[in-house]
């Protein structure tokens, strides 16, 4: 069973604090604080954000304890502990500048960040999942251009049916330059 690293202490933390809403706390005696972490990111800067939501006894209006917390923003993916930002990096890095996960890994590395390769590839799966449907609605916007400018590169891709060895894939480019859409498209065959 894979286990998930914890995020190292050294790591910056910025907290941001989520209070419940519509709820008199001013008679209210908080309990302790239930504290979320996200590995986040913004450009050049790897850091923590921890949300913090105070849990809290108030009394209602018929005089019962009740307990209550702010509910935890919604993530892309359920229960990760890597924020958008920072899978929206890794993926513009894989995708757009063709740096591998392992090169990421490294670099993350460097900064002090040591992070399993599966647990990398499993948050570029589960949100590329989430974006299928976007990128299948901008290449169905693409291909109802009345121009259309393609292009093909073949390329050598590693094959899952024999380790080590490769198979002749056909990376495709399709631009509307009316609209300056762009989409990339990955096939084995021509």
Known sequence: IPVRKPIPPHIPRVDTVIEPEGVDLSQAVKIRDE????LDYKPGKIFVTRVIRPIYKVINA??????????????????????AAMVAMILVSKYIDHLPIYRQLKQFLREGVDLSESTVNGWVHKHIKLLEPLYDL?????????????????MPVLSEDKPGSTHKGFYWVYLSPVDKSICFEYDKTR
């Open 138 to 154: 901008a290449k169905k916007n693409i291909q109802r251009s009345g121009y259309l400018m393609a292009d093909e590169t073949p």
């Open 35 to 38: 504290i979320t972490e996200y």
């Open 62 to 83: 018929q005089g019962e304890a009740q307990i209550i917390n702010a509910d935890l923003p919604s993530q892309p993916v359920a229960k990760s502990n890597v924020s």
